[in-house]
């Protein structure tokens, strides 16, 4: 199973976009790229996935190398309620969450 | 609303005490998960049910029961459990086994004293 990595917290101001990386450089052909998130106490959200092509929903857009060793989630214009722990996963990840990315967004 | 639906949302609970966590999915799910997050820690799965059959059990102790009766429901079964045993137990369901969409409950959080 493919592992990732993110940095371990990122600041935004509210209104701003937020872009948060991930790294996942040993990732498979056919494994896809889940995000979640998690705020303070609750059950994780899924956000997003994708394989290889960029991905948007109503909730954030998912860029996706050309190599598929790294990706980026973007939450186009971060409010304070999307302060959380974002976690990036891939294919058989569903048992290695990670330490995620705490982002705080910031009036 | 998730479609996930834990109950109780806190418990208390001595060490000799015999509780149960309860989770029910409305979305048709054929697999069915109990996951441990403790204070600061990432997630730990703890059990995985595909077609009500275990299919995971990932070296929990046995003071952790988990039965599925069908395939909306899940309990987990706690007795004499030990103060590290204080966490959000969160349960969370997903189409089937080898699907990476989860969708999780709100969760429990659980005290032992």
């Known amino acids: 199973d493919a592992k990732t990595t993110q940095p371990p917290s990122m600041d935004c101001a509210e209104g701003r976009a937020a872009n948060l990386p991930c790294n996942h450089s040993t990732i498979s052909g056919n494994e896809y790229v889940y995000w979640y998130r998690q705020i303070h106490s609750q059950g994780p959200q899924y956000i997003i996935h994708?394989?290889?092509n960029n991905e948007t929903n109503e909730m954030a857009s998912l860029i996706i190398t050309e190599d598929r060793k790294s990706s980026t989630l973007i939450l186009p214009h971060a409010t304070l309620r999307d302060t959380a722990v974002y976690y990036c996963?891939?294919?058989?990840?569903?048992?290695?969450f990670g330490d995620g990315t705490t982002l705080t967004v910031k009036p | 609303e998730t479609g996930v639906t834990q109950t109780p949302r806190h418990l208390v609970m001595g060490m000799t005490n015999k509780k149960s966590l309860k989770c029910e999915q409305h979305l048709g799910h054929n697999a069915m998960y109990w996951y441990k997050q403790s204070a600061k820690k990432p997630l730990e799965l703890m059990f995985v049910y595909s077609l009500e059959e275990r299919v995971e059990n990932n070296s929990v102790p046995s003071r952790f029961s988990p039965e599925c009766p069908n395939s909306s429901h899940l309990f987990l079964h706690l007795h004499t459990l030990q103060p590290e045993d204080s966490a959000l137990y969160l349960c969370?369901?997903?189409?089937?086994?080898?699907?990476?969409?989860?969708?999780f409950g709100s969760g429990t959080q659980l005290s032992v004293l």
């Open positions: 994708g394989l290889k």
């Open positions: 969370a369901s997903s189409q089937d086994y080898f699907s990476e969409k989860l969708f």
């Open positions: 996963i891939v294919m058989g990840g569903k048992s290695t």
